[in-house]
C-alpha cells in the first residue's frame, strides 16, 4: 500500500531530520490503514511492523504528513524538513529486536543519502513537547546511538553541575528544543535521555544536558529559515 497523504516539500527544504514515532495502535495493519486513509490526513514515510518488515509509504523526497505543529533547532514545518517513522508499537510493550534491527538499517541508508548527521535523528517528543510522547520511554536511543545513529550522553558525564534553572534552559535550546516552561523542557529531555528519573532538575540532569549541547548544540541562525 501507498498513502495518497503527502505533498510537495515546501521552499525548496529537503530533509535534515528523521522523526521517530510509535503508532500507538492495535496493530500494524490497524495504523497502516490509518496512515493510507486519505479521511485521516496523516501519513509517514515508512512503517516497520513488530517483526521487522519495512512498509515504504511516501517517497523520501515528498513532504509526509506525520510530524505536526512543532520546531526543532529554532526552525518549524518539520513535515518539510524530515523523514518520518512508524514504529508498531501500542506505547506500552517493548520494541522488538527484529523491529529494532530494521530499524538501524533503515536509517543506516537513509542518513548517508541525505548527508544526515546522528544529532538529526529525534524522537515525535521532542520537537513537541508536552503534545507528543513517542516513541516514549521504552525505546533505546542508547543503542541507536551505540550504532552511530543518533546521539547519547557521554559515558564519563556524571552529576558535576549545581542545579541551575536558567543555564538547563540555555543548554536545552542550544540542543535544539523548542523554548518552552521549564518543567516541561525537563519532562522532555528525561523522556528520552533518563525516563526512569524523578524529582526536581538536578546535577545529573545539568551534566546531561551541558554533554549534549556542548558536542551537539547547533546555531539557530544557520537553521532558521
Not at 501519513?43 to 513488530?50: G, M, N, V
Not at 541508508?109 to 524522537?123: C, D, N, S, T
Not at 522532555?188 to 549541547?213: C, K, N, S, V
Amino acid at each position: 500500500m501507498r498513502s495518497p497523504n503527502f505533498g510537495a516539500r515546501r521552499d525548496g527544504l529537503t530533509p535534515v531530520l528523521v522523526v521517530l514515532h510509535y503508532t500507538a495502535m492495535a496493530s500494524c495493519e490497524a495504523a497502516l490503514r490509518a496512515l493510507c486513509d486519505p479521511e485521516r490526513a496523516v501519513s509517514a514515510h515508512y512503517l516497520i511492523s513488530e517483526t521487522g518488515q519495512v512498509l515504504a509509504l511516501v517517497d523520501e523526497d515528498k513532504r509526509a504528513w506525520h510530524a505536526g505543529a512543532g520546531q526543532w533547532a529554532g526552525a518549524g514545518d518539520v513535515n518539510s524538513r524530515s523523514i518520518g517513522i512508524e514504529l508498531a508499537n501500542n506505547g506500552a510493550t517493548p520494541f522488538s529486536a527484529p523491529q529494532m534491527d530494521a530499524l538501524e538499517g533503515l536509517l543506516a541508508e537513509i542518513l548517508p543519502r541525505w548527508h544526515i548527521p546522528p544529532q538529526g535523528v529525534i524522537a515525535h517528543s521532542d520537537m513537541a513537547p508536552g503534545r507528543k510522547i513517542d516513541p516514549g520511554p521504552r525505546f533505546d536511543w542508547r543503542r541507536l546511538a551505540a550504532a552511530g545513529l543518533s546521539v547519547w550522553p557521554g559515558s564519563d558525564t556524571g552529576p558535576g553541575i549545581s542545579p541551575d534553572p536558567a543555564a538547563f534552559a540555555v543548554q536545552t535550546t542550544r540542543f535544539g528544543y523548542p523554548d518552552c516552561p521549564e518543567d516541561l523542557l525537563l519532562d522532555t529531555m528525561r523522556l528520552r535521555f533518563r525516563p526512569w528519573a524523578r524529582g526536581p532538575l538536578d546535577g545529573t540532569d545539568m551534566a546531561l544536558i551541558t554533554d549534549l549541547a556542548t558536542r551537539y548544540g547547533v546555531d539557530r541562525g544557520a537553521t532558521t529559515a
